[in-house]
Every structure is written in structure tokens, then in C-alpha cells.
């Protein structure tokens, strides 16, 4: 029994899809960049999405300080806050 040092490669066998000779390796880096660039948009419409729910929270906020009662509560609470005894 004879023992060889020399490695064997091991070569996936060929499918129907594949080409023998040619390696896989840089068709899956073709695939994972454009994966990568799928969502390059995505955090821009994120921050806008959020801007525009911050715009809509700041009017309705807005639209409640305006009111007559409101003003009159918090200035209540900033009088009692401030005064001492």
C-alpha cells in the first residue's frame, strides 16, 4: 500500500447550470454586491420617513400649546415649580 503526499482537488461535480473549468467564486461576488446594492436607498427613505413623522408630531404638539387651557396648565405648573416654600 502506497501512500501519496500529493493532494487531490476536490472539483464539484458539473450540473447542468455550471461550466466545468470555471470557478463559482466570482459569480457569488457578483451576486452578494448586488444584493449589497439592493437597499442603497433605503436608509435615506428611512430618515425621511422619520423627518416626516417628527414634522406631523412638532404641528399636532404645535396645535395643542396654542390652546387657551394648555398654556394656562403649563404656566401653572412653571409658577409652583419655581416658587420656593
Do not use: C, H, K, W
Not at 420617513?49 to 404641528?59: D, L, P, Q
Request: proline fraction near 8%.
Amino acid at each position: 500500500m502506497t501512500l501519496t503526499t500529493d493532494p487531490q482537488p476536490v472539483v464539484p461535480p458539473a450540473g447542468p447550470t455550471s461550466t466545468p473549468g470555471v470557478s463559482r467564486a466570482p459569480r457569488l461576488v457578483t451576486v452578494a454586491q448586488r444584493l449589497a446594492r439592493a437597499d442603497n436607498g433605503a436608509a435615506t427613505a428611512e430618515y425621511a420617513i422619520v423627518i416626516m413623522a417628527a414634522v406631523g408630531f412638532a404641528g399636532l404638539l404645535v396645535t395643542i400649546m396654542r390652546s387657551d387651557e394648555v398654556r394656562g396648565v403649563l404656566s401653572d405648573l412653571v409658577r409652583s415649580a419655581l416658587t420656593v416654600g
